[in-house]
């Protein structure tokens, strides 16, 4: 699997990395067949929105893709957040296609 990591207005440093990474992982073992997985992370400017951080995420398969998008106080809770939201739609996706196959 393929990570790749874009930010806008931030900085990617070597702990976020390490924790997208970690936090992915659980993806892969999910769906072996991922080829890429490209997380987006964007750090808001508005003052209203208080400075939140946005990460957003595309899961790649080689006939699929997963799209999520979440948001937090800090990078950590919204990639808690983002891999829920990937976890539910491969769950969904796989629990679909077994049934389909029965």
Same mark, same amino acid.
Do not use: W, Y
């Given at each position: 699997? &393929? ?5 806008? $207005?931030? !900085?990617?440093? &070597?702990?976020? /990395?390490? *924790? *997208?990474?970690?936090? @992915?992982? /659980? %993806?892969? /073992? ?5 080829? #890429?997985?490209?997380?987006?992370? @964007? ?5 209203r929105l208080g400075g939140i951080k !946005?990460? +957003? $995420? *595309?899961?790649?398969?080689? #006939? /699929?893709?997963?799209? *999520?998008?979440? =948001?937090?106080?800090?990078? &950590?809770?919204? @990639?808690? =957040? %983002?891999? +829920?939201?990937?976890? #539910? ?7 679909? !296609? #077994?049934?389909?196959?029965?």
């Amino acid at each position: 699997m &393929d990570l790749v990591m874009k930010s806008r $207005g931030t !900085r990617i440093t &070597d702990h976020m /990395r390490s *924790a *997208a990474a970690r936090k @992915l992982s /659980r %993806l892969e /073992r999910m769906e072996p067949r991922v080829t #890429r997985l490209e997380v987006e992370i @964007l750090s808001e400017r508005n003052p209203r929105l208080g400075g939140i951080k !946005r990460v +957003e $995420g *595309a899961l790649e398969t080689p #006939r /699929r893709t997963f799209r *999520a998008k979440a =948001q937090g106080d800090d990078v &950590d809770s919204a @990639l808690d =957040q %983002l891999v +829920e939201k990937l976890e #539910r739609q491969l769950r969904d996706h796989n629990t679909k !296609r #077994r049934t389909q196959l029965i």
